[in-house]
C-alpha cells in the first residue's frame, strides 16, 4: 500500500496514512472518464428549447395572396415555413438528455481521477477539517497554508460551518463523500481529503 502524509489545518504533518492501491494507483483509463463526464454534463443539461411548428404559431386563416397573377410562388398559408413570421422546420423542442452509465463504469473512473491527483501528487490528507464559526477568512488561510489555486475538499458528512465558509471563495467547492464525481475531481487542480472522507471513500469503492 502506498503511504501519504497527514496534515492538520495548519499545515503540520501529524502523521501517515495507507492508502488502498486499487484505488489511489490504479491503471488509469481516460476513455471511461471521459464516458462518464459526458454523461455527468448530459445529465445537466435542461432541454428546455424550443420552437413552434407551423401548427402552433398565430395567424395563416386564410391564404396571403391569390393563386395566380401576382408573378410570385403560390402560398397556401402565412404560417408556411417558407414565409416571414411562419413556423420552423426541424427546430429544437423540450427533451431529456440524461443517461446512465453501469455502476461498474462510474466506479472504475472515479478510481482513475482519484489516481489521477495521487500519483500527480495534487492530493492531501487532513486530520480533519473543523472550524469554530463560519469564515470566509479562516477557511482562505487554510487554502493559502496549503498554496491551493483550485482546491476540492471532501468532507465525510454536513459541515455548514465548513461549507458556508468556503462558498465564496473564488475556485473552491466542497463536496461530502457522496457528492463526489469524476467532473469535479478533474475539474479543480488539487483534491484535499480529509480522513474521514478518505476512510469512507475506500469503504465503498473497494466493494
Known sequence: MALTDVFDIKGDKVGEVELRDEIFTCDVKPYLMHEVVTMQLANRRRGTAATKTRKEVSGG?????????????????????????????FGPHPRDYSYS????????????????????????????????????????????????????????????????????????????????????????????LTLDALKRIEEVLVS
Do not use: C, W
Not at 66 to 85: D, F, H, V, Y
Not at 119 to 130: E, F, H, I, P
Not at 155 to 162: P, Y
Open 61 to 89: 386563416g386564410r391564404k396571403p395572396f391569390r393563386q395566380k397573377g401576382t408573378g410570385r410562388a403560390r402560398q397556401g398559408s402565412s404560417r408556411s415555413p417558407l414565409q416571414r413570421g411562419g413556423g420552423t422546420i
Open 101 to 192: 452509465v453501469p455502476k461498474k463504469v462510474r466506479r472504475s473512473a472515479l478510481r482513475s481521477a482519484l489516481s489521477v491527483r495521487y500519483t500527480g501528487s495534487a492530493m492531501k490528507v487532513l486530520d480533519k477539517l473543523d472550524l469554530e464559526a463560519i469564515s470566509t477568512k479562516n477557511f482562505n488561510g487554510i487554502v493559502k497554508t496549503f498554496s491551493l489555486t483550485k482546491p476540492l475538499f471532501i468532507i465525510d458528512k454536513k459541515n455548514e460551518v465548513v461549507e458556508k465558509s468556503a462558498r465564496n471563495i473564488p475556485f473552491v467547492k466542497v463536496l461530502r463523500v457522496e457528492g463526489l464525481n469524476v467532473y469535479d475531481i478533474i475539474r479543480h487542480e488539487q483534491l484535499v
